[in-house]
């Protein structure tokens, strides 16, 4: 069992790395500065190497193509890992918010159900672009 400064470490580091990933969506939507592309999604990926990359056309079919032929393992990959990993994070959420004050574990859950609904708003908005 963590003693009470690891556990306390633990409690931030998962903190700061939730406000981090917080931090990154709002300031890719603020300054204009286009999202990272789910590997999920072959045309907004092209879209993305083509932009950061300088891919020509015939470079944006080849990789497309690597994509497409790899979709079907990516889409299994992602069934088999994400009940896992949503898991995961509800144990990590759990025991963080249990070494926290009362007016914290409040606005900890608060946290937790606003980066829920972003995230659920960017597979809802993925799943519309496919």
Same mark, same amino acid.
């Given at each position: 069992m963590p003693n009470r400064s690891q556990a306390w470490a633990a409690a931030f580091l998962? $903190? *700061?790395? !939730?406000?981090?990933?917080?931090?990154?969506f709002w300031l890719r939507g603020y300054t204009g500065e286009p999202p990272e592309p789910r590997l999920r999604d072959t045309n907004q990926m092209v879209a993305y190497? $083509?932009?950061?990359?300088?891919?020509?056309?015939? /470079?944006?079919?080849? *990789? #497309?193509? *690597? =994509?497409? +032929?790899?979709r079907a393992e990516i889409e299994a990959a992602w069934r088999d890992a994400h009940p896992r990993f949503d898991s995961l994070r509800a144990? =990590? /959420?759990? /025991?963080?918010s249990v070494r926290l004050r009362p007016e914290q574990q409040q +606005?900890? #859950?608060? !946290?937790?159900?606003? !980066?829920? +609904?972003? +995230?659920?708003?960017?597979? $809802?908005?993925?799943?519309?672009?496919?």
């Open positions: 998962a $903190t *700061v790395f !939730l406000a981090g990933g917080a931090a990154g190497l $083509t932009h950061e990359l300088g891919l020509n056309s015939a /470079e944006q079919d080849s *990789v #497309r193509t *690597v =994509m497409q +032929r790899h144990i =990590m /959420e759990a /025991e963080i +606005r900890y #859950r608060d !946290l937790v159900a606003r !980066l829920a +609904r972003q +995230r659920a708003a960017a597979d $809802t908005a993925r799943a519309d672009h496919h």
